[in-house]
């Protein structure tokens, strides 16, 4: 009898755990999308930031400065910590980070407050991004690239939603609108903290990890040497960075460059940046469920390589074939992060936060440095030359070749 009532009651735990996995996934999916929503709203800040409190174009820089150095730099070290020592309620504190940083935002009347208030709000991203994606990966159930797919596009979302927010709600009220966005933070810190019981309940022990060679081949997992997987880490960065490069030239220069060319207003290049967004959306879900299916490497090789005829393409079509473009374009290019992602936790096993950090990290930073770069080349050679010159980034892609087998994956035929 307790035989039949364990194997009659086997399905229905089998569903119980599937539907816990996926409300943990979707819950750090939007948790994403509310810390990618507030971390938005700091650039959207600036104009009313540099308009009340007289700053320079300098100042402006190192607010940028401060807010990039805690929310991209630190995540690597947040990273290394957590994979040693597990903390199962640090999302729901790093987001506490946050609503430190928006209150003081709200309040800040002297430039070191701004400083302060900006270096909070990334603090507060840097233990969050790390850490979520190692319990998205522990609630994956088997289905990393999916796990991950899900949880960016939460964050895909906030971005976009975070300065349609800041238009409609910090530009007409002013910097004290900043506190309304506190309530958010609250609740991810709620959402959180959920996330936090589930994941102190699933935490195995820690265990000192051994590095034989032959115990982890034993274990039925391939090991590479430290160089190769140095050589395969540097290969994922250039990929990363020919990705991220070519995005923010869409991204943040995208509506100039529609307005310069084709003489459009505001409203209509808005709407062309917001369908930009969307194939951001679309093809980070799909590119995680293809991997998952196909293997990464070959995502990577589509998504890198497979938008470099578009992008050759875009900066000589008019403007419904430019609208076009930028959404196949967004499309192809998105599916790769979670690729990448998942192929360097799978690469670096027991360094799920390390790598998270590191990958979250430089796709903040590289964006960022990309974007600036990419202005002075506009300020000098004009916007239009922008988009002639950045496509050739993705060439970068052909480093893929050089990408180890995945460890512990079956060897290709022939």
Not at 51 to 59: A, C, T
Not at 247 to 259: H, R
Not at 286 to 315: E, H, N, Q, T, Y
Not at 390 to 409: I, K, Y
């Amino acid at each position: 009898m307790t035989a039949d009532a364990a194997q009659a009651a086997a399905p229905a735990a089998a569903a119980s755990a599937t539907g816990t996995t996926f409300a943990i996934i979707l819950s750090l999916s939007f948790c994403h999308l509310l810390n990618d929503m507030m971390q938005s709203l700091v650039p959207a800040l600036y104009p009313i930031l540099k308009e009340s409190h007289g700053l320079s174009f300098g100042q402006i820089g190192f607010i940028t400065l401060a807010f990039q150095c805690t929310a991209s730099m630190l995540q690597p070290v947040v990273g290394l910590y957590t994979d040693k020592r597990p903390q199962p309620y640090s999302l729901m504190f790093g987001m506490g980070f946050t609503l430190v940083g928006l209150l003081l935002m709200s309040q800040a009347h002297s430039y070191a407050m701004i400083l302060l208030a900006s270096a909070l709000i990334g603090m507060g991203s840097s233990v969050f991004h790390p850490e979520a994606s190692r319990v998205a990966r522990m609630a994956a159930g088997g289905r990393y690239g999916l796990a991950q797919s899900l949880f960016q596009v939460g964050g895909n979302i906030g971005s976009a939603a975070g300065p349609l927010l800041a238009a409609f709600i910090v530009v007409p009220h002013g910097q004290q609108s900043i506190v309304w966005f506190s309530a958010a933070a609250l609740v991810a810190m709620l959402v959180l903290f959920q996330v936090g019981a589930w994941y102190k309940a699933r935490r195995t022990p820690q265990k000192p990890v051994v590095r034989s060679k032959p115990a982890a081949a034993a274990g039925g997992v391939a090991t590479l040497s430290r160089r190769r997987v140095a050589l395969a880490v540097t290969i994922l960065v250039a990929l990363l960075f020919s990705k991220n490069v070519y995005s923010a030239s869409l991204g943040s220069y995208f509506t100039l460059y529609l307005m310069a060319k084709f003489s459009v207003d505001v409203q209509t290049a808005q709407l062309y940046l917001f369908a930009f967004l969307v194939g951001i959306v679309a093809g980070t879900v799909v590119g995680g469920l293809v991997g998952d299916k196909v293997g990464r490497i070959p995502v990577m090789w589509f998504s890198i390589l497979g938008a470099l005829p578009f992008a050759l393409m875009l900066p000589h079509a008019n403007l419904f074939w430019t609208g076009v473009l930028a959404v196949t374009v967004a499309m192809i290019m998105a599916s790769a992060f979670s690729a990448i992602l998942v192929y360097a936790q799978d690469l670096m096993p027991g360094r799920v936060g390390l790598v998270a950090g590191m990958f979250f990290g430089f796709s903040f930073g590289l964006g960022g440095l990309g974007a600036a770069a990419l202005g002075q080349l506009a300020d000098i050679a004009g916007i239009d030359a922008v988009y002639q010159a950045t496509p050739f980034l993705l060439l970068l892609g052909l480093l893929t070749a050089f990408l180890p087998r995945q460890p512990g994956a079956p060897k290709q035929p022939g």
